[in-house]
């Protein structure tokens, strides 16, 4: 079956920065997904260091033995609120990475048939405890690590109905079409974040039942506000790329054994 875009979607992607499919996967797919998804948190659970650490808005765990990030909520610091990247630790989730229904909308974008995954993430906003992912653009995170995150692609399922109550996506209608926005002048991680008071169009809710799919690129400005409901809003992201560039998982054990070999040089010349 041929899911690729259509002449309408892809015109209002070019327009808006978004295209939204509904009833792509059924209940029972949803569930299976879910299943997949709570096995996987589980695991981490059990696996988890308390090493955790304050970046910018968010606090982030890094689960080196397993090469994965673990994102905690802040005001609940035991809670999962994600985690990125995850296929290599769950065959399960990284089979559904290969579901046409999520590649061929992204081989438009990306602007070939022969892609593979970026990076892949769970938003885990769990009844009363998700917080709120604030404004932002994907774009700032991703360029210094992709080799060519301006066409990267990023397929989002809702796992569960996604509504205002719970903290659904929102977006910035065609807010992709001026590339990088002004961010934090502050150090460190922080300055991906956007400076939200030099940010002045507004926002919509993209409510849209579970099963539902969002496809959008690495310049939309987007954000989701906290879950004030009594059910849990989970997302299951992959993010496409050209195929041949390296995948996050690559780049970070990249970065983990030259950080580690610097490390080591330094202590070696401290002790000379």
């Known amino acids: 079956m041929n899911h690729r875009l259509t002449s309408e979607e892809r015109a209002q992607m070019e327009r808006d920065g978004f295209v939204v499919r509904k009833g792509v996967f059924s209940k029972a797919e949803c569930a299976r997904i879910a299943g997949d998804v709570e096995d996987l948190i589980g695991d981490l659970l059990k696996l988890k260091r308390e090493k955790k650490e304050v970046v910018g808005s968010y606090m982030f765990e890094w689960q080196e033995d397993i090469g994965a990030v673990v994102k905690w909520e802040p005001l609940f610091p035991d809670v999962v609120q994600g985690v990125e990247p995850f296929a290599h630790i769950s065959r399960p989730l990284n089979d559904w990475a290969h579901d046409p229904r999520f590649m061929d909308p992204s081989r438009d974008f990306v602007g070939q048939d022969d892609i593979n995954l970026f990076t892949e993430k769970l938003t885990m906003k769990r009844a009363h405890t998700g917080g709120e992912l604030i404004l932002h653009q994907d774009y700032p995170y991703w360029m210094r690590w992709a080799g060519a995150a301006e066409k990267i692609m990023t397929a989002l399922l809702y796992l569960d109905d996604a509504t205002m109550e719970n903290g659904c996506l929102e977006v910035a209608p065609g807010s992709h079409k001026d590339g990088m926005k002004k961010r934090k002048d502050i150090e460190g991680f922080g300055q991906n974040e956007m400076d939200p008071a030099a940010f002045e169009q507004s926002l919509i809710p993209v409510e849209a ?64």
């Open 209 to 272: 039942p579970a099963g539902s799919v969002v496809f959008f690129g690495a310049f939309l400005v987007h954000r989701s506000r906290i879950n004030r409901s009594d059910k849990d809003r989970r997302a299951l992201l992959y993010s496409y790329q050209p195929a041949g560039m390296k995948t996050s998982y690559e780049l970070h054990r990249e970065h983990g054994r030259l950080a580690k070999k610097k490390k080591e040089e330094a202590a070696a010349a401290a002790g000379r």
